[in-house]
């Protein structure tokens, strides 16, 4: 026999002695059976409500580990673009830095070859002008030879 069979035979026993038993003992025993069906009802209600708060409580566990999942994944990959882009930038650094060291190198290589032609400039013994190329006294220009503003060309002319 099922539970449920039992309860069917339990009922109509009930039903049966309830209608041979008298006035105050039928008041009693409705009393009674109100009262174990309140707390079945009760108990019955209590566990379906913590059978639910308890689904509820595991979808949310369930949740609360996908969506960690999901911020780690991200974080990982927003680690890896940062990286990524700090090399790039170092990359781009050591450029701007070997082309700084480049122009430094010309700037000082230049410098070298203004000073080289500087020591060009400075006259050898024999580019000394010597005692015969030094103009006399004849050859010195006399206050005859010095051009007048007469002699100067008008712009009209």
Do not use: C, W, Y
């Amino acid at each position: 026999m099922d539970k449920k069979d039992v309860e069917k035979v339990a009922l109509k026993a009930g039903k049966k002695i309830v209608e041979h038993t008298p006035e105050p003992v039928k008041e009693k025993v409705k009393e009674k059976v109100k009262e174990k069906a309140k707390e079945k009802f009760v108990e019955k209600t209590e566990g379906k409500l913590q059978e639910k708060a308890n689904e509820a409580s595991e979808k949310l566990q369930e949740t609360k580990e996908k969506n960690a999942q999901k911020v780690h994944g991200k974080g990982e990959d927003a680690k890896e673009k940062l990286q990524d882009v700090l090399l790039s930038v170092k990359d781009k650094l050591s450029d701007v830095k070997e082309a700084g060291e480049n122009f430094q190198e010309k700037v000082s290589s230049s410098d070298d070859k203004e000073k080289s032609k500087n020591k060009r400039k400075i006259k050898g013994a024999n580019q000394i002008k010597k005692a015969t190329d030094i103009k006399s006294s004849t050859k010195i220009k006399s206050s005859n030879d010095i051009k007048s503003s007469t002699d100067l060309k008008t712009m009209g002319s």
